[in-house]
């Protein structure tokens, strides 16, 4: 079954760029029937989702977030990617990879599995 | 934007039925998905597309969407339910979950 890890620094300071990676394992990002998504839970309080990257690069963004979002993905390593630029003790959360299951014509997607999650944190 | 309003908090006796709303403006024309979160560990899905169980999922779960409100039913509610539950829905291209109900199971 498809698992799914992310990586990266637990720690970044304000104003620099967070960058996560999401490795998938049991299963393949080039498939078409999936998006591949980050979605983030502050300390205590609930989830929000940051946007998703399709195998094709097509990509969707929360608007709250877009203008510091990107994410990318790398079939050649099976894996998709995050970055969030110009941080503040805002963006301090636990961040997760999750697969969507895309469901067309209407957006009946969800999404199964969820990556363990790491938590990072923003300080100087 | 898009609201979808959960109460914070529901508790309910073993063995009894929990019910936990969500409610968002015309919700019963989008599909809605459920998640279970425990202490410590990453969301679970539990229902999607109103009323379908993930896998793995106990019978004891169901799901349903009408009008503004949608709502996960635990029939013979166990301790081991007692979790964050979110319920999540598409609007305007973006993903909103609500705000979550922490099930208590006293």
């Known amino acids: 079954q498809v698992q799914l890890q992310e990586s990266g620094p637990g720690l970044v300071k304000p104003s620099e760029t967070l960058s996560l990676t999401c490795t998938v394992s049991g299963g393949s990002v080039s498939s078409g029937r999936y998006y591949w998504s980050w979605i983030r839970q502050p300390p205590g309080k609930g989830l929000e989702w940051i946007g998703y990257i399709s195998y094709s690069g097509t990509s969707n963004y929360n608007p709250s977030l877009k203008s510091r979002v990107t994410i990318s993905v790398d079939t050649s390593k099976n894996q998709f990617s995050l970055k969030l630029s110009s941080v503040t003790a805002a963006d301090t959360a636990v961040y997760y990879c999750v697969r969507e299951t895309v469901v067309v014509p209407a957006p009946g997607d969800w999404f199964d599995p969820w990556g363990q999650g790491t938590l990072v944190t923003v300080s100087s | 934007s898009y609201e979808l309003t959960q109460p914070p908090s529901v508790s309910v006796s073993p063995g009894q039925t929990a019910s936990i709303t969500c409610s968002g403006d015309?919700?019963?024309?989008?599909?809605v998905c459920w998640y279970q979160q425990k202490p410590g560990q990453s969301p679970v899905l539990v229902i999607y597309q109103d009323t379908k169980r993930s896998s793995g999922i106990y019978e004891r779960f169901s799901g349903s969407n009408s009008g503004n409100t949608a709502t996960l039913t635990i029939s013979g509610t166990q301790a081991m339910d007692e979790a964050d539950y979110y319920c999540?829905?598409?609007?305007?291209?973006?993903?909103?979950f609500g705000g979550g109900t922490k099930l208590t199971v006293l």
């Open positions: 999540q829905a598409w609007d305007s291209s973006t993903w909103v």
């Open positions: 015309k919700l019963g024309d989008k599909f």
